[in-house]
């Protein structure tokens, strides 16, 4: 996961937040048409925001979960190994 695709996508986000809202209030409409296109668009992009928040939580999710299955799987290799030498000593074998 790259930090700088998040920092596009909230750059486009903002961009297009910010584009939206002057097209809305540069539009010859009535103070409550304006004030309501403003209340939409900024429910879409309310939406947009959770939804790619919602997708980058979902992507650190599993990032976490795969290098966290990489470390249990360590973690089992390395007790395996101290058991299999424990077990050596005790045998009086020749532990290298």
Same mark, same amino acid.
């Given at each position: 996961?790259?930090? !700088? +695709?998040?920092? /596009? @996508?909230?750059?486009?986000?903002?961009?297009?937040?910010?584009?939206?809202?002057?097209? @809305? #209030? #540069?539009?010859?409409?009535?103070?409550? /048409? +304006?004030?309501?296109? @403003?209340? %939409? $668009?900024? !429910?879409? +992009?309310?939406?947009? /925001?959770? %939804?790619? @928040? !919602?997708?980058?939580?979902?992507?650190?999710?599993?990032y976490v979960? !795969?290098?966290?299955?990489?470390? $249990?799987?360590?973690?089992?290799?390395f007790?395996?190994?101290?058991?299999?030498?424990?077990?050596?000593? +005790?045998?009086?074998?020749? /532990?290298?």
């Open positions: 996961m790259k930090d !700088s +695709t998040g920092k /596009v @996508i909230a750059g486009f986000l903002i961009g297009a937040a910010v584009g939206a809202v002057a097209g @809305i #209030l #540069l539009a010859p409409d009535k103070g409550s /048409v +304006t004030r309501k296109k @403003i209340a %939409d $668009k900024a !429910s879409e +992009t309310g939406e947009a /925001v959770k %939804d790619t @928040i !919602s997708e980058k939580f979902d992507d650190l999710k599993e979960a !795969s290098k966290f299955d990489k470390v $249990k799987n360590k973690m089992d290799e007790e395996e190994t101290v058991r299999d030498t424990e077990t050596a000593t +005790t045998e009086g074998e020749q /532990v290298s």
